[in-house]
């Protein structure tokens, strides 16, 4: 039986066509796209971005086509056959952790082997000694064997410290007894564990002579390699269908009393001594966090990376959907026939998807600040100096918190400005905003990582009022702190709206209302008996204060870099680019400002006054925005095949897909039997739909 499917008559689009419309967009830029990319990600990384692209494009393996229609189990098998291409790929071209992120990026496919670089692999390299990289991260490098990282369970997850799987040492044997005591100690969630792994890195509170020191991380083997059949007393499987991630087999594990070497510890900084049981403490109790701090620091750039997709395609749609005439400013074509405007035209278009343009630009200058901090600290860390983690812990758990909201936000708020088109899953949004939305939760839940951004916030400014020494120096947290305890009266002296497209000022109002916020927090708790749990909204409020404060600040030092800088010099012989990031600067900072304002009145800084100069401005650089629109968002480099999009293509064929993706819906192929008489579904013949 042959199947066929819709076949749409041969008809074009009204005039003017998607691709007149985004060329004409793209031929108003105040700059090329080309010199931006080079400054986002360097010409050398995309050329090795273009050769990745090209193979991976080019390999039947990774044809996508086929995705949107697919149930559960089909994606499970799509992804995992992707994902055995794909280490095939790197042995035969000698790719390397960049290479392998960029098809990863390029591909756009969740799949089974990312918890094992992802967490599996880090975990092996951040926290096991010499002999223990030896015997497990060389074959897990290899992919002899296939971790996942086991933190979260059924019944904890933020609450690492309130997890119930223990490992007890038994000094008899020199083995750890890891067990689940009770159901709620399940592990649960655990990406690529339910059918894919044979190995776990598992966080479990570790017990030895009677005591509890807290959780600890262990390598245990979770099914035999030959057989892939789990081993005794794990009990493994499936968690079920979710929102999205369908392609991966989150799952559960349960441990009935297994016994592993003592040896599977992860020993780096804290060890268990051979017979006696005696333990020894790590330098830093935060050290066993490592992999979560630089999960964060990717959760920041991934977040630059969804805000330019969700940019990308609602952007270029909005240039291409037209709607209405607008008698104020009629739009004519080249035949001087009026048409109707586009969407992006219209300034409540530009005032919803304008400012996510501008938040993925202060994305990608923040994960690079965080990214730039982690690895000074590593350097550090390895001559014995942590003196940088606490701040870069609190950083990195506020700015994870920050951004994925603001992504997941901008994710829906650009799908919907998209009309109903945007429904679609052909849109480009719909599946990429599924799998994008346990960002919130994975590395601890958004909510309560402010919290641990508060602790740090409050303690630094309590040590700053009573003259106590502090060790991180790159803390821009002590510069607002302490100017504002040098005038907690001051108030912003801007006097026009163009005013507040200075730098300092922008600074000193965020700065000004974080620490106003700060201040008062510690003031009730220490002075007013207020509780913890009692201020946990205004708690909530300080950290994303303060994280924005940070973004304000990466943005602005980008681009106003230290002589000799790579940005000096390119903004030396690409002046225009720096003016175009400016003007994003500018709306980022006053966007998020606006939208704020309750808190910048009622610390004092800002009068309502200036509250109506900020608004104006906001509109005046929405304006300046709009002739770069589309080239801002060329400049990010999606390719269709990446986008999946519909709606956001290169080449502006909006409709024209939309109607050939729709007929290849299987659905399309089958004829129904409506006959209330008749027990069957379907009649035999399949035939061709005509429109």
């Known amino acids: 039986m042959t199947t066929k499917y819709v076949t749409f008559p041969d008809l074009q689009p009204s005039e003017p066509q998607g691709s007149d419309l985004l060329a004409a967009e793209r031929a108003q830029a105040t700059f090329r796209p080309n010199d931006l990319t080079d400054l986002i990600y360097g010409a050398e990384q995309m050329n090795k971005y273009a050769r990745v692209q090209e193979i991976i494009e080019a390999d039947p393996a990774f044809d996508k086509s086929a995705h949107y229609y697919l149930g559960r189990e089909d994606l499970y098998k799509a992804s995992l056959r992707k994902e055995k291409r794909l280490a095939k790929l790197m042995r035969k071209h000698g790719w390397g952790i960049d290479e392998l992120q960029m098809a990863e990026e390029i591909l756009d496919i969740p799949s089974q082997f990312m918890a094992h670089r992802g967490m599996f692999v880090p975990s092996l390299m951040s926290q096991a000694d010499d002999e223990q990289k030896e015997a497990f991260l060389k074959p897990a490098l290899r992919y002899q064997i296939i971790g996942c990282y086991a933190q979260t369970e059924l019944g904890h997850g933020s609450n690492v410290q309130g997890l119930e799987t223990t490992a007890t040492y038994i000094p008899e044997t020199d083995e750890f007894e890891i067990n689940s005591p009770y159901l709620t100690a399940a592990k649960w969630w655990v990406g690529a564990l339910g059918i894919t792994s044979n190995y776990a890195v598992v966080m479990a509170r570790l017990i030895s002579n009677g005591k509890d020191h807290g959780p600890h991380l262990f390598v245990v083997q979770l099914r035999d390699l030959k057989t892939h059949k789990p081993l005794p007393g794990r009990t493994i499987g499936d968690i079920g269908p979710k929102l999205g991630y369908n392609s991966i087999d989150n799952g559960f594990l349960l441990l009935n009393k297994i016994r592993i070497p003592r040896f599977n510890m992860l020993s780096k900084y804290a060890q268990v ?41 609602s952007i270029r749609y909005s240039a291409i959907r037209r709607q209405f005439v607008d008698p104020e400013n009629p739009k004519k074509w080249n035949n001087g026939r009026v048409i109707e405007s586009p969407v992006i035209d219209y300034v409540i278009q530009q005032y919803r998807l304008f400012p996510v343009l501008a938040q993925a630009y202060a994305c ?22 942590f003196s940088l983690l606490a701040y870069l812990h609190a950083s990195s758990s506020g700015l994870k918190s920050l951004t994925t909201t603001m992504a997941v936000t901008a994710l829906e708020d650009c799908r919907l400005a998209c009309g109903g088109h945007g429904y679609s899953k052909f849109s480009g949004f719909v599946t990429y905003s599924q799998n994008y939305a346990p960002n919130s939760t994975w590395e601890g839940d958004n909510y309560l990582l402010t919290q641990q951004v508060a602790r740090y916030l409050f303690k630094t400014y309590r040590q700053l009022i009573s003259s106590a020494p502090l060790t991180a120096t790159v803390d821009p947290t002590v510069t607002y702190l302490q100017r504002y305890l040098n005038n907690p009266k001051c108030t912003c002296p801007a006097k026009s709206p163009e005013d507040f497209r200075k730098p300092e000022i922008q600074l000193q109002a965020f700065g000004h209302r974080a620490a106003y916020m700060i201040a008062a927090a510690v003031d009730q708790l220490d002075n007013h008996g207020r509780t913890w749990n009692s201020l946990l909204v205004d708690i909530a409020a300080i950290s994303r204060a303060h994280c924005q404060y940070v973004l304000v600040c990466n943005f602005i030092e980008a681009l106003q870099p230290k002589s000799n800088s790579q940005y000096d010099k390119f903004f030396k012989e690409k002046p225009e680019i720096q003016s175009v990031l400016t003007t994003l600067r500018d ?8 939208k704020e304002f309750g808190e910048f009145l009622s610390s004092g800084y800002l009068s309502p006054t200036q509250s109506t100069m900020v608004k104006d401005q906001v509109l005046a650089l929405l304006k300046e925005v709009r002739p770069n629109a589309v080239a801002l968002v060329d400049s990010f480099r999606f390719s269709d095949y990446t986008l999946q999009s519909a709606l956001g293509r290169y080449d502006g064929k909006v409709y024209e897909t939309l109607c050939e993706w729709a007929s ?25 739909s005509k429109l």
Do not use: C, W
Request: proline residues 3%; charged residues 25%.
């Open 273 to 313: 001594e051979k017979g006696t049981g005696r333990y020894t403490k790590p330098p830093n109790a935060r050290l066993a966090y490592g992999t979560m701090v630089l999960m964060r620091v990717y959760f920041v750039l991934a977040a630059r990376r969804a805000l330019a997709r969700a940019a990308t395609i």
């Open 364 to 385: 990608h200058f923040a994960g690079l600040a965080l990214k730039d901090l982690y690895e000074t600290y590593i350097k550090q860390s390895e001559k014995g100096d």
């Open 587 to 594: 709306l980022f900072a006053l966007h998020t400002m606006q």
């Open 664 to 688: 290849r819906e299987p659905l399309n192929s089958v004829t129904v039997d409506v006959n209330l008489g008749s027990d069957t579904l379907f009649r035999e013949e399949r035939v061709i």
